[in-house]
Structure formats: structure tokens, C-alpha cells
């Protein structure tokens, strides 16, 4: 496993439309490695391909609280098969727009469909914290970045503010 470099807005890559996984095999499985090693580092408990710059549909998340036992989850070419109509706000962060942290309204809960790390097929319920997670991981797939469900203002204030911390670093 190695860690691998997590890109940062306004990086373009990040806008970059993630293509599906053909084949979930030994090669995707490092990657997925590669991926949860260096979400860990961050710290954080959720990462997408394309933000370590490999624009495919993989997602690597982690939930459990301090103190608990690591629970990696691996989502390959994740869809949402119905989503509620009821929304719920969070303050949501990304890894790739350090230490902004604003409230996205997502739907309360959906219902995926992935292949997993073995590359079988699962349906899974999602809520709470898990459907915040995925559907912003989600949204990396598409190129979106939660900061783009903000006001153009708060947008452009945040990348700002990325850019200053980058120049200072
Ligand atoms: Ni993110």
C-alpha cells in the first residue's frame, strides 16, 4: 500500500467526469488500498478516486467513531436506486477543500447499488450520516464538489481561502 497525493481545489481534475470500473480486479483492489491508507492519513471518512487523480467510479469510505474498530467500505460504480423526498441539512467538509466546513441539503436517505471490494453486487439502505457520505462522494463521480451546492459567493470564497492556505503552507 502506499499513500498517494490528494488533490486540492481549484485543481481541474476534480471537475472531471469519473468513468466506470470494467473490472473490479487485483489492480482495483490496490487502488482501493492506496485509497483507504490515505483517507485514514488525512484524516478522513470518505475519499473518491478522482481526487487521488484517477478519474474511475470508486469510492472508499470509513464511519466508525473514535474508539471503534476500523470498518472499511468499498463502493465500485455506486448508483442511487430512489432517494426520499425529505432532505436533511449537514455540515459537510472535503479533504480536497481543507478546512471549509458549510450546510449542504441532501434527501434523509437513499437506497444504492455497488459492487463491492470482492465485485459482487449489493443493495444497501442509507441514513444519516452514511447518506451525507455517499452522496457527496457521489457527487465526485460527477465533478461536483459540495461547495458547489453553495451560493456562488460562498463558492468563490472557499476556493479563495484554499488557495491562501496552499500559498502559506
Ligand atoms: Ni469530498
Redesign the pocket.
Known amino acids: 500500500m502506499a499513500l498517494r497525493e490528494i488533490l486540492v481545489v481549484p485543481n481541474p481534475v476534480l471537475k472531471q467526469v469519473s468513468a466506470p470500473v470494467e473490472a473490479v480486479d487485483d489492480e482495483l483492489r490496490a487502488l482501493m488500498d492506496d485509497m483507504l491508507e490515505t483517507m485514514y492519513a488525512a484524516p478522513g471518512i ?1 475519499l ?1 478516486a478522482v ?1 487521488v487523480g484517477v478519474p474511475k467510479r470508486v469510492i472508499v469510505m470509513d464511519l466508525a467513531r473514535e474508539g471503534e474498530a476500523p470498518a472499511p467500505r468499498y463502493y465500485v460504480n455506486p448508483e442511487i436506486v430512489s432517494a426520499s423526498e425529505e432532505t436533511a441539512p449537514y455540515e459537510e467538509g ?4 481543507p478546512e471549509i466546513f458549510e450546510e449542504v441539503e441532501r434527501p434523509a436517505r437513499v437506497r444504492l447499488r455497488y459492487l463491492n471490494y470482492q465485485g459482487e453486487q449489493v443493495e444497501e439502505d442509507a441514513e444519516g450520516l452514511f447518506a451525507v457520505c455517499v452522496q ?2 457521489m457527487d ?1 463521480l460527477q465533478g461536483v ?2 461547495i458547489d451546492h453553495l451560493s456562488r459567493l460562498k463558492r468563490e470564497q472557499a476556493v479563495k481561502k484554499v488557495k491562501k492556505q496552499a500559498k502559506a503552507a
Do not use: T
Open positions: 470518505g473518491a481526487q472535503c479533504l480536497s477543500v457527496h462522494e465526485h464538489l459540495f
